[in-house]
Nanobody
């Protein structure tokens, strides 16, 4: 069982930065790959980024590539999403999630076993 709690969301102007954190409970955190998704009003949940259990392998979705960076600290049971050069279209609720699935399935929400409650990110123009 893994429980996830996101933090770090807020209101920021376009071009600004935020760092989201996702704190996990449970001794098995380091055995899970972790992902970040986002969901804007009226839209489907969208893959943002994922990272392997070791932190070596990372995958970022094209809309955020070069602007967002996923990382993790297994000693702190925490995964991060550094978001730079934010745009109004990045406005959404951001969720972290945990999976033991294959990396080929990382972009699919169905691959994830555990989800956090989400944190709101709003980017003003």
């Amino acid at each position: 069982q893994v429980q996830l709690v996101e933090s770090g969301g807020g209101l920021v102007q376009a071009g600004g930065s935020l760092r989201l954190s996702c704190a996990a409970s449970g001794r098995t955190f380091s055995s899970y790959a972790m992902g970040w998704f986002r969901q804007a009003p009226g839209k489907e949940r969208e893959f943002v980024a994922a990272i392997s259990w070791s932190g070596v392998r990372k995958h970022h979705a094209d809309p955020v590539k070069g602007r967002f960076t996923i990382s993790r600290d297994n000693a702190k049971n925490t995964v991060y999403l550094q978001m730079n050069s934010l745009k109004p279209e990045d406005t959404a609720v951001y969720y972290c999630a945990a999976t033991r699935g294959d990396s080929s399935n990382w972009p699919s929400p169905n691959a994830y076993d555990y989800w956090g409650q989400g944190t709101q990110v709003t980017v003003s123009s």
